[in-house]
Every structure is written in structure tokens, then in C-alpha cells.
């Protein structure tokens, strides 16, 4: 099959011929179909995640169809639309055991623990805890860009976030991840101020239904300016981003007994972050992180988007060859696509 594979960190990516996948007894190969593009790839690329191994084909964003299945799999056929989470459960341990797999003790993860969706087909183990069934009318553009930044963001806002109608909800980072949580927790009821340095960012933040928004290049206290906004600070404040500037604002425009959701991944310079913790200690400010969303979640979301609640097809941008996602990926820490870049020509 064809597949983007890199063969050192930081060095060019290149289409190669390499071996099809083979299901495992309790996995699946899908042909792929649709592949978003996400910031975490271009860390896996840079080296940030120690679990991978090179040489290495990355994506983690998918949607496609089941071309293959192994011997002990019970409850998937041939030709069946899914997609995937993008961190998948072992099933036996103690986390998969209580319900969480996104936080399994063994868990795989294609594009990072295994090789990925940027090529013609991938490989899935544990099927069927993994899959999830795609809806007639959802295509696979729309499907794809659930597998990361959407549920991701539906966990921090619904399960880890709690939000609900009327509070307000600050933002931090309008990029993917924040863009699909301020869709989420407006589509909750609640108050959204979207936070970033991109003016065309903020703008789609707004038609997604954020009631206020801050330029960050022209506001000189972020903190304070949502606390103004509000009030008294937020209910509910996420940093989609992952900086030690967006951890801090967003613990502190917190008002009392207000929560922290950390979303964005914190890496390099930004991985042991400054924290306001008298703070938390003097006003009972909570903070949580979010990592993806186990399968059996998805019904909840995938009922909001069934019902008009929730529109992720919105936050589809630009559709590539698996070419021009040689360039495309390496260029992934500039910021400068607006909602998600999705693969979708692979021969």
C-alpha cells in the first residue's frame, strides 16, 4: 500500500510502498477513506511522543471501511462505515475495567503506539471495544474529524467540564480542539469567550456561537479582560492550546469554586507550567485534564450531531492528496488553516 512514512524526527517525509496490514485475531484493517491533519501528528513528527518508533507512518484522525477482520472478532463484517477513537482500550485492565479506556493501561494508538491512517489502510486492535458505527447521512471528511479534536473536546466540555446551560466558558486557543469545544458548549446553553491571536480564528469562533471574543495581540491582561466579560471570572475554562501562558490564564480568570479542563498538549519548555495555586488553594479552583473519549461514548455525541445540536462537517477545511500531506504536516506548528485539513485522496 501507499503511506506517508518518515524515517527520522524533524527530517523530510516521503510516500512509500510498504507492506498492507494483517488483522490480529481481535482486530480489523480499514481502508481509509478520510484523515485529518492534527497538531499532535506534527508532535509525534517532532519526537515528543516516546512511544514511537521509527520508521513510522503517523495520522490518528480516520474514518474508513472494514476490508479485514480477525478470527475472533464478534461483532463487525465487511463493508461496515466506522471510525475510531484515538486512543483505543485494551479491555482487561483496571482502567478498561471501571470504563476508561482513554486512559488504558496498555492502550494503542494508531499514529503513535502503531503505525497510522496516512496511507491506503491501517490496521485496528481490539474491534470490538474500538469501532465506532458511522451513520448513513455522516460522510467520511465529517466522520474523520471526530476521531481526536471533536471527542476530545465533547469529554472536556461534557464529562471533565461539566458545563451547563448559562455558565459562562472561557476558550483558550481557537484552533481545532477549541473551535469544536466552543460548537460543544454553546450548543450546551452556556456563555463562550473564545481566546486567540488569529483574527480569521476568532471569526470562525463567533459564527460557532462564541458570545464574546479576545484578541490576545491587542489585550494586555487576557485574565482580567475575562473576567470583565463575566462577570467575575468563568464557570468552566479550557486551554485548547497547550502553553504555559494559556495553563496560567485560564486557571486565573477562573471564578471561585471555578474548573480548569486542560486540553491542549504541554511539551518542550511548556511541559511543567507556572500555576496560580494559591489560587486554587484560597478560591477551591478545580483542575482536570481531558484525553480523548472512550467508543461506547460516542452515542451521546454521535445523538447531539443526528438531532442538529452539534454540526462538525462545519469545522471541515481544506481536503488534500496524501501528497500534499508530505508539506502539510511539517507545517502543522504555524497555524495557519482555519478548522481541519482532511485527507482525502489517497492513490
Same mark, same amino acid.
Given at each position: 500500500?501507499?503511506?506517508?512514512?518518515?524515517?527520522?524526527? #524533524?527530517?523530510?517525509? &516521503?510516500?512509500q510502498? @510498504?507492506? %498492507?496490514?494483517?488483522?490480529?485475531?481481535? =482486530?480489523?484493517?480499514?481502508? +481509509?477513506?478520510?484523515?485529518?491533519?492534527c497538531?499532535?501528528?506534527?508532535?509525534?513528527?517532532?519526537?515528543?511522543?516516546?512511544?514511537?518508533?521509527?520508521?513510522?507512518?503517523?495520522?490518528?484522525?480516520?474514518?474508513?471501511?472494514?476490508?479485514?477482520?480477525?478470527?475472533?472478532?464478534?461483532?463487525?463484517?465487511?463493508?461496515?462505515?466506522?471510525?475510531?477513537?484515538?486512543?483505543?482500550?485494551?479491555?482487561?485492565?483496571?482502567?478498561?475495567?471501571?470504563?476508561?479506556?482513554?486512559?488504558?493501561?496498555?492502550?494503542?494508538?494508531?499514529?503513535?503506539?502503531?503505525?497510522?491512517?496516512?496511507?491506503?489502510?491501517?490496521?485496528?486492535?481490539?474491534?470490538d471495544?474500538?469501532?465506532?458505527?458511522?451513520?448513513?447521512?455522516?460522510?467520511?471528511e465529517?466522520?474523520?474529524?471526530?476521531?481526536? #479534536?471533536?471527542?476530545? &473536546?465533547?469529554?472536556? @466540555?461534557? %464529562?471533565?467540564?461539566?458545563?451547563?446551560? =448559562?455558565?459562562?466558558?472561557? +476558550?483558550?486557543?481557537?484552533?481545532?480542539?477549541?473551535?469544536?469545544?466552543?460548537?460543544?458548549?454553546?450548543?450546551?446553553?452556556?456563555?463562550?469567550?473564545?481566546?486567540?491571536?488569529?483574527?480569521?480564528?476568532?471569526?470562525?469562533?463567533?459564527?460557532?456561537?462564541?458570545?464574546?471574543?479576545?484578541d490576545?495581540?491587542?489585550t494586555?491582561?487576557?485574565?482580567?479582560?475575562?473576567?470583565?466579560?463575566?462577570?467575575?471570572?468563568?464557570?468552566?475554562?479550557?486551554?485548547?492550546f497547550?502553553?504555559?501562558?494559556?495553563?496560567?490564564?485560564?486557571?486565573d480568570?477562573?471564578?471561585?469554586?471555578?474548573?480548569?479542563?486542560?486540553?491542549?498538549?504541554?511539551?518542550?519548555?511548556?511541559?511543567?507550567?507556572?500555576?496560580?495555586?494559591?489560587?486554587?488553594?484560597?478560591?477551591?479552583?478545580?483542575?482536570?485534564?481531558s484525553?480523548?473519549?472512550?467508543?461506547?461514548?460516542?452515542s451521546?455525541?454521535?445523538?447531539?450531531?443526528?438531532?442538529?445540536?452539534?454540526?462538525?462537517e462545519?469545522?471541515?477545511?481544506?481536503?488534500?492528496?496524501?501528497?500534499?500531506?508530505?508539506?502539510?504536516?511539517?507545517?502543522?506548528?504555524?497555524?495557519?488553516?482555519?478548522?481541519?485539513?482532511?485527507?482525502?485522496?489517497?492513490?
Amino acid at each position: 500500500m501507499r503511506a506517508v512514512v518518515y524515517e527520522a524526527f #524533524r527530517q523530510p517525509l &516521503s510516500i512509500q510502498q @510498504v507492506a %498492507d496490514p494483517i488483522p490480529d485475531d481481535e =482486530g480489523v484493517v480499514l481502508q +481509509v477513506m478520510a484523515a485529518g491533519l492534527c497538531r499532535s501528528d506534527w508532535h509525534g513528527w517532532m519526537g515528543h511522543d516516546p512511544d514511537i518508533v521509527l520508521p513510522h507512518v503517523p495520522g490518528h484522525e480516520l474514518a474508513g471501511i472494514v476490508v479485514a477482520i480477525g478470527k475472533n472478532v464478534k461483532h463487525w463484517q465487511g463493508g461496515e462505515r466506522v471510525t475510531v477513537p484515538f486512543v483505543g482500550g485494551c479491555g482487561d485492565c483496571p482502567q478498561c475495567v471501571s470504563g476508561n479506556h482513554q486512559v488504558c493501561d496498555a492502550q494503542f494508538q494508531a499514529g503513535f503506539t502503531h503505525w497510522g491512517c496516512f496511507a491506503e489502510y491501517v490496521g485496528i486492535q481490539r474491534a470490538d471495544i474500538n469501532l465506532v458505527r458511522l451513520p448513513g447521512s455522516m460522510s467520511f471528511e465529517t466522520a474523520s474529524s471526530l476521531g481526536c #479534536r471533536f471527542v476530545t &473536546s465533547f469529554r472536556a @466540555v461534557v %464529562d471533565q467540564g461539566a458545563v451547563r446551560a =448559562g455558565q459562562w466558558v472561557a +476558550v483558550h486557543g481557537c484552533g481545532g480542539v477549541g473551535l469544536s469545544a466552543i460548537m460543544i458548549a454553546n450548543a450546551l446553553g452556556a456563555n463562550v469567550i473564545a481566546i486567540d491571536i488569529g483574527a480569521h480564528q476568532l471569526a470562525m469562533a463567533r459564527k460557532l456561537g462564541a458570545v464574546a471574543t479576545i484578541d490576545v495581540t491587542k489585550t494586555d491582561n487576557v485574565v482580567h479582560a475575562v473576567k470583565e466579560i463575566t462577570g467575575g471570572g468563568a464557570h468552566v475554562s479550557i486551554d485548547a492550546f497547550g502553553s504555559q501562558q494559556t495553563c496560567f490564564n485560564s486557571i486565573d480568570n477562573l471564578r471561585k469554586r471555578g474548573r480548569h479542563v486542560q486540553v491542549g498538549l504541554m511539551t518542550g519548555e511548556d511541559q511543567h507550567p507556572v500555576i496560580p495555586m494559591g489560587r486554587v488553594l484560597a478560591d477551591e479552583l478545580e483542575i482536570v485534564g481531558s484525553h480523548g473519549m472512550q467508543a461506547f461514548r460516542y452515542s451521546e455525541m454521535m445523538g447531539m450531531i443526528g438531532e442538529g445540536k452539534l454540526e462538525p462537517e462545519k469545522l471541515v477545511g481544506e481536503k488534500i492528496s496524501l501528497e500534499d500531506s508530505l508539506a502539510a504536516l511539517v507545517r502543522m506548528d504555524q497555524f495557519n488553516n482555519v478548522g481541519v485539513m482532511v485527507i482525502n485522496k489517497f492513490d
